[in-house]
């Protein structure tokens, strides 16, 4: 995961834990605005229309519609997977190139850009791919925190121990978002921490982050978090689980 990509997930939080001016009016059908009538309602209705199927249990709906989310926006994730990987690989061979053009002087830097495209050419590598998935998800994701924090019907009900509309009692809900955070972005940057010291920091911020702001939120928004990551979990297990196990048998040998 590069620079652009660490700006982009701050980006994305903050979009999301921020909302918008609308955050705290009712979604409805007849909410106005493109953002309403086709992210946020469509969403809203799914989620309702799911929980009605499951004799209005809204828990139970949240946790089918963001499986069904994440399910749809799996391509996307599994590209920008595959694409990170290929800029990993090409990383020795980039820092020769910087090396091969160190000096700062215009003439220099356009080399060392036309030098870079061709790299990237020869090995069928976009660098701009792996921030394109994620420009993708973001109104769907944001749209589904929207959905869920602005369906009245929500609010009204509750799931196991917790209302849903209601901050989790025992924080329980809380402490698990941030520790699935955190093991979903350990198996990401597997293999890279070191390589990166923005990543290690990333590494324990972010899971801080969901933690404060889960606190501080509805519990149904909490369970959206939860499910998610362990949906991430899995799915990161089985794009990149040979590189997982590797790194875990070099770590365990200590090389």
């Known amino acids: 995961m590069e620079k652009r990509q660490v700006a982009w997930l701050f980006l994305l939080l903050a979009v999301v834990l921020a909302g918008c001016t609308e955050i705290n009016q009712p979604i409805t059908a007849e909410s106005k ?31 089918v519609v963001t499986i069904l989310i994440r399910l749809a926006i799996l391509p996307l994730m599994i590209q920008q997977t595959r694409n990170s990987k290929a800029m990993q690989a090409l990383q020795p061979e980039l820092q020769k190139l910087r090396e091969k053009y160190s000096s700062k002087d215009a003439q220099t830097q356009q080399k ?17 791919a792996g921030c394109l998935p994620l420009l993708i998800q973001m109104p769907i994701l944001i749209g589904f925190y ?7 019907e929500i609010a009204r009900h509750n799931f196991l121990w917790f209302d849903l509309g209601e901050k989790d009692p025992f924080f329980i ?36 982050m969901v933690v404060v702001f889960a606190i501080n939120f509805p519990a ?3 369970l959206y978090w939860v499910v998610g990551n362990l949906f991430m979990i899995a799915q990161t297990y089985f794009i990149k689980g040979p590189e997982l196990k590797a790194t875990n048998q070099a770590g365990g040998t200590g090389k």
């Open 33 to 63: 605005g493109f953002w309403n009538e086709y992210i946020v309602y469509p969403l809203s209705w799914l989620i309702t229309y799911t929980s009605e199927l499951f004799g209005s249990n809204y828990g139970l709906g949240i946790i």
């Open 112 to 128: 060392l850009q036309q030098e870079t495209m061709l790299l990237f050419q020869k090995h069928g590598v976009n660098p701009l």
């Open 173 to 208: 809900l809380p402490l698990v978002a941030g520790v699935t955070t955190f093991i979903q972005q350990k198996m990401m940057m597997a293999g890279t921490e070191q390589q990166n010291p923005q990543m290690a920091m990333m590494l324990w911020l972010m899971p801080i």
């Open 146 to 152: 929207h959905a869920i924090m602005r369906t009245e």
């Open 220 to 222: 149904a928004l909490s």
